[in-house]
């Protein structure tokens, strides 16, 4: 069985930069896609961007390409988020969701981290 | 990218058969049997209920279907239950980058 595994919650101030991470188990990474999804409070569902385990190949939504980074390391089975300045209209729920290469659906999802950036 | 268009809010008694729609345009719903659909309950991680238009997951209720016409995705949930009650989201595979795009969202509510 296939699990995405994310930290519950983050706490940053305005200005610091934060990476969120997504941990693999059950599957073989080789053709495996993690999506980053954002959920602002009582908001629908936003893709952030994409991206294909096997050799990185990123794909950003154009409402957050230059605002995030989108990364994987296999060697632990982790894709990352990352921002390098925290605003804070970026607090939300971020969740991560897998689908098999060739595929057209996500799942499983994460558990979801909450970031509240607040000063 | 803009989001797909689904009615803001849907609602039935018990036992009735409900349906969402999902609209787009030829480079994503109606370019693509790539549809699926999604459910949230408050406070819950989303759940996968139909893939590629019409096939649901194992462990799925098959009271939960799915359709498409043209550049309009639809579930129908018959048998409505207190349980359905949830947001739900579509999704379509489309040409433009991140190559996926969710509707705007559904709010079920049963009376």
């Known amino acids: 069985e296939v699990q995405l595994e994310q930290p519950g919650v983050e706490v940053k101030k305005p200005g610091e930069s934060l990476k969120i991470s997504c941990k693999v188990s059950g599957y073989s990474l080789t053709s495996y896609w993690i999506g980053w999804v954002r959920q602002m409070p009582g908001k629908g569902l936003e893709w952030m961007g994409l991206i294909h385990f096997a050799d990185s190949d990123t794909r950003y939504s154009p409402s957050f390409r230059g605002q995030v980074t989108i990364s994987a390391d296999k060697s632990i089975s982790t894709a990352h988020l990352q921002w390098s300045s925290l605003k804070a209209s970026d607090s939300a729920l971020y969740y991560c969701a897998g689908a098999v290469a060739g595929t057209s659906w996500f799942d499983p999802w994460g558990q979801g981290t909450l970031v509240t950036v607040s000063s | 990218q803009s989001a797909l268009t689904q009615p803001a809010s849907v609602s039935g008694s018990p036992g009735q058969s409900i349906t969402i729609s999902c609209t787009g345009t030829?480079?994503?719903?109606?370019?693509?049997?790539?549809v699926s659909w999604y459910q949230q309950h408050p406070g819950k991680v989303p759940k996968l209920l139909i893939y590629d238009v019409t096939n649901r997951p194992s462990g799925v209720s098959n009271r939960f279907s799915g359709s498409k016409s043209g550049n309009t995705a639809s579930l129908t949930i018959s048998g409505l239950q207190a349980e359905d009650e949830a947001d739900y989201y579509c999704n379509s595979y489309t040409s433009s980058s991140p190559n996926y795009v969710f509707g705007t969202g559904t709010k079920v509510t049963v009376l």
């Open positions: 030829s480079r994503d719903v109606g370019g693509h049997n790539y």
